[in-house]
């Protein structure tokens, strides 16, 4: 990844010319959380041409899945988009929320290994001009990429997986101890616990469509306590929606996890288990 002197050198414009507080068009990126200058909560807009005018960055991608071959893109890092915009820079995660939503939590830790890219160009087409996405949809209004994706951990049989939305409508700025303290499992445990490798697992993969409340994505419509109480009340049923949603669930939309071992869908059994006392209806 290459910063594009040119466009580097645009000096950064000040964040209330790009925080607009009323919609333009379908195609602005909504922001909330906390924001740098607002108070917390608040919702802003910023039109894709303010994007453009942010320092960009350079990659050519051969390894992503939503483009078709090899794909130079253009745009703002998400790490760029913390320190111009974040109100708690230090203590940042950025959620990226989509149409259908799905929802992607990018931790510290990724955004400094991975270096995430809101993509704005690609092979120098403005998105007007973008192809449809492997699976036909559009890929706008944003999406993100990397510059290249190598896994940074594996968790049992879960490897760290490139976390690439697209139709993105919403970046969130949110403080992480908020964010994944909402799914951190009761209790004093041990790290190398199942207990603990499942949160780790369920952090990155279940929470981007099964929500805790207000937090985590909610395309699948199943929250985190109803997911714990599947645990509980018939783990061999629980493992094998993971393992293969299609087979209890025609037509099932929840990808499946056959590469997931019996130690992994245990280790999950285990995490969410933890929550099923409070998932319990009275
Ligand atoms: C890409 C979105 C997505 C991800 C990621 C995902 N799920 Fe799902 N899940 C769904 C959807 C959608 C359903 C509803 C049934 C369907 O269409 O598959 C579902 C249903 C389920 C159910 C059945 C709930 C019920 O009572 O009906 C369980 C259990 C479940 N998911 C567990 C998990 C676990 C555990 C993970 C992480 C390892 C996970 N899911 C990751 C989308 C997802």
Redesign the pocket.
Known sequence: MVAIAALAAVPAVARQTILHVQRSSPGDLEVGGELAGVPPGTTRYIRYENLLQMPQELSTVSDDSNFHGKTEIVGVALETLVRLLGATPNDALIVAICYDQ?RTNYSRDYLATHHPVLVLRMNGQLRDHWPLSPSGGPLGPYLISHPSFTPSFKVLSHEDEPQIPYGITRIEFRREATVFGAIRPPGNWLAGSSVEQGFV??RQ??F???NMGAEG?Q????SWL??AR?AEEDGPL?RK??RN?ASV?PG????A?GDYDDATLNA?TDY?KTFSGLGRKP
């Not at 099932?252 to 990808?255: Q, T, V």
């Open positions: 799905y697992i369920a993969d279940c981007r469509c099964h994505g395309l699948a419509g199943r109803q997911l599947r629980f929606i993971i949603p669930t099932a939309k929840m990808p996890h999950l969410f």
